[in-house]
């Protein structure tokens, strides 16, 4: 598996080939300002204290305070979070708001955990780091295997500790404890006006088929708003299976098979697929929205696919973009086809300083230009660079960077 910290400097090393940032400001960037790596001792039900290895790396808050979601998985470990809070970095600049990038996880199976386990290993995590948050300072989020509950935990007890009150610390919290309307498919939603905004420019039809890869909180959500504005979304898997039907599926119809079975296997009127034959089938737009590496130098040359829209953080390798840019299909890149969660989330962040809470429709109205100038942004850079969007939304990223950064 690649080493994800590589594959960021990578993408970073490309950038600066094509446009001279100055080897100064590079080097800065290719280290996080810090990368805090702590024990949390957790009591178990049992009564035996077990020890997690948690994480912290402020990578960067040239535009504002370190903002970055907090990881639990087995398999997390320092690159990852130091590849993740790199790409925060640049995913916030791309989104245009006023705040740097950061990440955080522990080395957990949450499956394996209980769920007062799993409050104290939270409540542990945000101990370790109380000195270094703040809403002005860091302000985590929910990532892979967090929950809207758990940031509560981390927010109640970040209060515990500091006594402020703003909860502006933490996003992704539920509502009723002071997040955001709009946060749970702000990622789709995002994700569709970004597409919207280059669907003619990348020479798209008005009605796209459309394949999908996962079928979780980001996929389903953008399933839901491609079929709604008319497209049709032809395929989706998730972890066990994938279902395909050339005319389109109806998605609330997938949704309670998979609510009564467990899963999409048999779908009625659809064939069972593979993830991998889904990744290959001929279409309009492929969304990965699964995990990382799905697309390699090993299938990037087997994708049929008009273009592909990045929902999922990291699904294509390095060489897998070079593949899909010598063959043609244009790649939005996950910094800026994903940067509606973030945005959402920044929106809470000052909802909550503000003591305001404004209506899903208020959030929605202030997400969708911030998507559309980005994405055309990003667009006429790359055509003026003449490369590849994802290089266009690092050098849009790098300039609003350096802007504040100097050197
Ligand atoms: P999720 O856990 O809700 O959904 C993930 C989906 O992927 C599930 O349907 C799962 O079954 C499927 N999946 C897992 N393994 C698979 C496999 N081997 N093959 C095919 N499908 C598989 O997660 P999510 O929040 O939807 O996140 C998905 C991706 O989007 C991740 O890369 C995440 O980092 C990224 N992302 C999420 C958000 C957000 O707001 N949730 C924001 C930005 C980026």
């Known amino acids: 598996m690649p080493n994800p910290y590589q594959n960021a400097m990578t993408q970073l090393e490309k950038v600066s080939k094509i446009k001279n940032f100055g080897d100064e400001f590079i080097q800065r960037l290719q280290q996080p300002n810090r990368d805090i790596r702590f024990s949390i001792p957790v009591k178990m039900d049992n009564g035996a204290i077990k020890i997690f290895e948690g994480y912290r790396v402020e990578y960067n808050n040239a535009l504002g305070p370190y903002k970055g979601g907090i990881r639990y ?134 009605k796209c088929k459309v394949a999908i890869q996962g079928f979780g909180n980001v996929g389903a959500n953008a399933a839901h708003v491609f079929a709604e504005n008319g497209h049709q979304v032809i395929a989706v898997s998730d972890s066990k299976s994938a279902i395909w039907n050339e005319v389109g599926l109806d998605l609330n119809k997938v949704e309670e098979h998979k609510k009564n079975t467990g899963g999409l296997k048999d779908f009625p009127g659809a064939k069972n697929i593979t993830n991998a034959e889904l990744l290959e089938l001929s279409c309009d737009l492929l969304i990965p929205a699964a995990f990382e590496n ?15 829209l990045e929902l999922a953080n990291g699904p294509i390798t390095p060489e897998g973009d070079e593949i899909l840019f010598q063959k043609g299909i244009p790649v939005i890149p996950d910094v800026l086809a994903n940067s509606g969660g973030v945005t959402v989330s920044y929106f809470e962040w000052e909802q909550n300083l503000k003591n305001e809470h404004w209506s899903e429709e208020e959030v929605v109205k202030k997400l969708k230009p911030m998507m559309e100038d980005a994405s055309q942004k990003m667009f006429q850079i790359a055509g003026e660079a003449k490369t590849y969007l994802r290089l266009g939304a690092f050098i849009l990223a790098l300039e609003r960077i350096k802007g504040k950064m100097g050197g």
């Open 73 to 206: 998985h087995p398999e997390t470990e320092i690159n990852e979070v130091k590849a993740l809070a790199f790409l925060m970095t640049i995913k916030c600049a791309v989104a245009g708001i006023p705040m740097g990038g950061g990440k955080g996880g522990i080395t957990v199976d949450p499956k394996k955990l209980s769920k007062g386990e799993l409050e104290r290993l939270s409540r542990g995590w945000v101990k370790q780091l109380a000195d270094v948050l703040g809403p002005h300072k860091d302000v985590p989020a929910p990532d892979v295997n967090t929950t809207p509950e758990i940031m509560a935990w981390m927010a109640d007890e970040f209060e515990k500790i500091t006594g402020d009150k703003t909860r502006a610390t933490f996003t992704g919290k539920p509502v009723d404890k002071g997040g955001s309307e709009g946060r749970g498919a702000a990622t789709g939603l995002g994700g569709f006006y970004v597409f919207d905004t280059l669907r003619e420019k990348i020479n798209l039809p008005k």
């Open 294 to 308: 799905v697309i390699t130098d090993a299938n990037a040359n087997k994708i049929k696919a008009r273009a592909i």
